[in-house]
């Protein structure tokens, strides 16, 4: 099993910068990659970003592209997600997710709320 403890959210001003980081535990080993996810009040969740565990090439939603970077460190198993530019959509509590084999793994989220 993974578990997955996400931090770093916040309110922002629009336009604002904010960094999420997801610390994960247990059995790392069958990890292949890790990500995010948001929802928004009253919506589904959606992908937001996602980078593979072994090698690193990531992946976007297109409305984030150029605005919000993925990264990781394996050494501190923990993926981070860096969001600039915030706009007033980008309110949302975000989830980390871990794809262990053919498990999905979640986190509890965070609320991200950008306001003026």
């Known amino acids: 099993q993974v578990q997955l403890v996400e931090s770093g959210g916040g309110l922002v001003q629009p336009g604002g910068s904010l960094r999420l980081s997801c610390a994960a535990s247990g059995s790392m080993s069958g990890i292949s990659a890790m990500g995010w996810y948001r929802q928004a009040p009253g919506k589904e969740r959606l992908f937001v970003a996602a980078?593979?565990?072994?090698?690193?090439?990531?992946d976007y939603a297109d409305s984030v592209k150029g605005r919000f970077t993925i990264s990781k460190d394996n050494a501190e198993n923990t993926v981070y997600l860096q969001m600039d530019s915030l706009k007033p959509e980008d309110t949302a509590v975000y989830y980390c997710?871990?794809?262990?084999?053919?498990?999905?793994?979640w986190g509890k989220g965070t609320l991200v709320t950008i306001a003026s």
């Open positions: 997710n871990a794809r262990w084999y053919s498990v999905h793994y």
């Open positions: 980078i593979r565990w072994s090698g690193g090439s990531a």
